[in-house]
Nanobody, 122 residues
Framework: QVQLVESGGGLVQPGGSLRLSCTASGSFFRVYVMAWYRQAPGKQRELVSSISTGGSTHSVDSVKGRFTISRDNAKNTVYLQMNSLKPEDTAAYYC????????????????WGKGTLVTVSS
């Protein structure tokens, strides 16, 4: 099967920075689009940023200019560099990837990580 494991969350003061990482492992041919979602308490999960295998990116307006998504295709890893963090960025951050696994036939399947908590507070 396929696993996505996130790391890098924690407690940071407003204006600070964190870097999240997520690595896909298991039995698969290829990882396609990778993305970061977040879910704040009492709110719906929302897309933060996504990146294609070719490096094309998309980010929600609230993080543009502050967050940067990148990936290392050789390592099947996606990163989220978060700068100028605000209290409203506090949330559980989830990694998401479309993966063509050995067991998924000819179509990619979407996998999720278990999440990493980011808390922005003074």
């Amino acid at each position: 099967q396929v696993q996505l494991v996130e790391s890098g969350g924690g407690l940071v003061q407003p204006g600070g920075s964190l870097r999240l990482s997520c690595t896909a492992s298991g039995s698969f041919f290829r990882v396609y689009v990778m993305a970061w979602y977040r879910q704040a308490p009492g709110k719906q999960r929302e897309l933060v940023s996504s990146i294609s295998t070719g490096g094309s990116t998309h980010s929600v307006d609230s993080v543009k200019g502050r967050f940067t998504i990148s990936r290392d295709n050789a390592k099947n890893t996606v990163y989220l560099q978060m700068n100028s963090l605000k209290p409203e960025d506090t949330a559980a951050y989830y990694c998401n990837a479309d993966v063509l696994a050995y067991s998924s036939g000819s179509r990619p399947v979407t996998y999720w990580g278990k999440g990493t908590l980011v808390t922005v507070s003074s």
